[in-house]
């Protein structure tokens, strides 16, 4: 069936440094809908970013992320960190109807 | 932006209680979902309801679980008979269209604890 891998469970930096990461998936479907979720400490799950476009990068808020059919990837980045980007991501694939989610990596960024 | 509101935050129950966990979804929305999360661990589709109907379900949605939302009423998700193993965050979430690039809302959770 379909997964999600993300590779970190936890990831932490420094302010102003960069930020990746890591989105896998495998499916059936020739034609998969990636996302990026975040979740902030007791708040809702928000949409971060969107793609369906192979090899074209998406952008929000600072984030991108670019879907590689050929690597299976979908990939996070941010140029800089900022302290308001301490949450927990989760990178979410649809092919068909239901939304399968990876484990999700708990990003921490300190000053 | 759009707001998905759950009811209750927490419920604790004995097992083999029924437990009916509320969702109000985006007022405009048509379609709506169920996921479970055990501590620990990813969010888990559960199911799918469009035009009073299940559309999709996997298999973590036991026969004890049934859905519904009674004419623009609450979307509801009912567990009867609860079991251990049903203890965990559940998030309701709401799109306006069916399609993959759809966005979904999702509500804060309810934190379901079965003793």
């Known amino acids: 069936g379909d997964s999600v891998t993300q590779t970190e469970g936890l990831v932490t930096l420094t302010e102003g440094l960069p930020v990746m990461l890591n989105c896998t998936y495998q499916?059936?479907?020739?034609?998969?809908?990636l996302f990026w979720y975040v979740q902030h400490l007791n708040e809702s799950p928000r949409l971060l970013l969107k793609s369906f476009t192979d090899n074209k990068r998406t952008e929000h808020q600072g984030f991108h992320a670019t879907l590689h059919k050929s690597s299976s990837s979908f990939h996070l980045q941010k140029s800089s960190a900022q302290l308001s980007d301490s949450a927990l991501y989760y990178c979410?694939?649809?092919?068909?109807?239901?939304?399968?989610f990876g484990t999700g990596t708990t990003v921490s960024v300190s000053p | 932006g759009p707001k998905v509101l759950q009811i209750p935050s927490h419920q604790i129950i004995d097992m083999g209680q029924m437990v009916t966990l509320n969702c109000d979804p985006v007022?405009?929305?048509?379609?709506f979902y169920w996921y479970k999360q055990i501590l620990g661990q990813q969010m888990e589709f559960l199911v799918n309801?469009?035009?009073?109907?299940?559309?999709?379900k996997s298999k973590l949605f036991k026969d004890q679980f049934s859905v519904e939302r009674p004419d623009g009423s609450y979307f509801t998700l009912k567990i009867q008979p609860t079991a251990l193993e049903d203890s965990a965050v559940y998030f309701c979430?709401?799109?306006?269209?069916?399609?993959?690039?759809?966005?979904?809302?999702f509500g804060p959770g309810t934190r379901l604890t079965v003793l």
């Open positions: 979430a709401s799109s306006l269209l069916g399609v993959g690039y759809a966005e979904q809302f």
């Open positions: 007022s405009n929305h048509l379609y």
């Open positions: 979410a694939l649809r092919g068909g109807r239901a939304l399968i």
């Open positions: 499916t059936i479907y020739s034609n998969p809908f």
């Open positions: 309801f469009y035009n009073g109907k299940v559309m999709e």
